[in-house]
């Protein structure tokens, strides 16, 4: 059989995909997953905004009201340290279950802690962007 014969003979055989026997459990069974994925992604993004919610009506409903314009300045300071030693102390915790207590920080300055901690976010970012187009 020659090429100008064999390609067009190849043609005919992929116009029109066969019908398979299982073909409406398969259909069924993608839609099923589909469904699944979505159901998933609407129940974290749901329980994400609830939490959300709840930290936000808490925030408002704990402001002080009564501060001085001076005082509320401070207030605000105060509360930063606090959650600074805090992060502080959660991060030494952390560092310590793996081990890694004893790992000094100090040398890098706080622009290359800021541009690691931003290029970390991007990879993140792209990863997630890379993992949802996937299951789109």
Do not use: C, K, Y
Not at 56 to 81: D, F, K, M, N
């Amino acid at each position: 059989m020659s090429a100008e014969e064999f390609d067009p003979a190849i043609e005919r055989l992929f116009a029109r995909a066969p019908s398979l026997p299982d073909a409406p459990l398969f259909t069924a069974e993608v839609e099923q997953r589909l469904q699944r994925g979505s159901r998933l992604r609407f129940l974290i993004l749901g329980l994400a905004s609830v939490l959300g919610l709840g930290v936000a009506a808490r925030e408002v409903l704990t402001v002080r009201l009564s501060a001085e314009p001076g005082e509320s300045a401070a207030l605000v300071g105060h509360g930063l340290q606090a959650a600074s030693v805090n992060a502080q102390s959660v991060l030494q915790d952390g560092l310590d279950r793996f081990g890694l207590g004893s790992m000094d920080l100090a040398p890098v300055g706080g622009m290359q802690m800021f541009w690691v901690a931003a290029a970390g976010l991007i990879a993140v970012a792209s990863i997630g962007l890379l993992r949802l187009s996937q299951e789109v």
